[in-house]
């Protein structure tokens, strides 16, 4: 369903905000989050832009991996930028420490629960999880 008045955000922001690198770009960011804000837009970002963000906040920026998710998480639960609609990436980033599958596994494992009555994975990990069926 089409949100009115609103923007979604792309990993290349997202990771701005979240690292202030490169400064001008982050800048840039900042002052676009502002005025949009002021405008009354609501700002969403997807799933897989958090993944991404994940990912690069750890293998590019060196964040260990707790620490990427406390940032995704706080940036979630600010208040200021939210998840898309029946997207269930702040779910996953409040409990992903609980579970010994991995970060995106558990976004995929999310998803499919919404969707499917069950998961076929050959991941070991992920095979732990509920209404997987570990092949």
Same mark, same amino acid.
């Given at each position: 369903? %089409? !949100? #009115?008045?609103?923007?979604?955000? /792309?990993?290349?922001?997202?990771? #701005? ?5 490169? +400064?001008? &770009?982050?800048?840039?960011? #900042?002052?676009?989050?502002?005025? &949009?804000? =002021?405008? @009354? ?12 963000? *994940?990912? =690069?906040?750890? *293998?590019? *920026? ?8 406390? &940032?995704? /998480? ?10 898309? +609609?029946? $997207?269930?990436? +702040? ?6 420490? @609980?579970?010994?599958? $991995?970060?995106? /596994? ?5 998803? *499919?629960?919404?969707?499917? !009555? !069950? ?8 095979? #732990?999880?509920?209404?997987?069926? =570990? %092949?």
């Amino acid at each position: 369903m %089409l !949100e #009115r008045n609103s923007i979604g955000l /792309d990993t290349t922001v997202v990771l #701005r905000l979240l690292t202030a690198e490169p +400064q001008k &770009q982050f800048e840039k960011a #900042r002052k676009f989050i502002e005025e &949009q804000l =002021a405008g @009354n837009k609501k700002l969403f970002i997807s799933d897989l832009v958090v993944a991404e963000t *994940y990912f =690069a906040l750890h *293998y590019h *920026y060196k964040v260990p991996k707790p620490e990427a998710i406390a &940032q995704l /998480d706080g940036l979630l639960s600010s208040g200021i930028i939210h998840a898309v +609609q029946g $997207g269930v990436c +702040q779910k996953v980033l409040k409990e992903s420490l @609980n579970h010994k599958a $991995g970060f995106v /596994d558990q976004i995929i494992h999310g998803q *499919y629960c919404l969707l499917t !009555e !069950e998961i076929a994975s050959f991941d070991k990990s992920m095979g #732990r999880l509920p209404k997987v069926i =570990a %092949l």
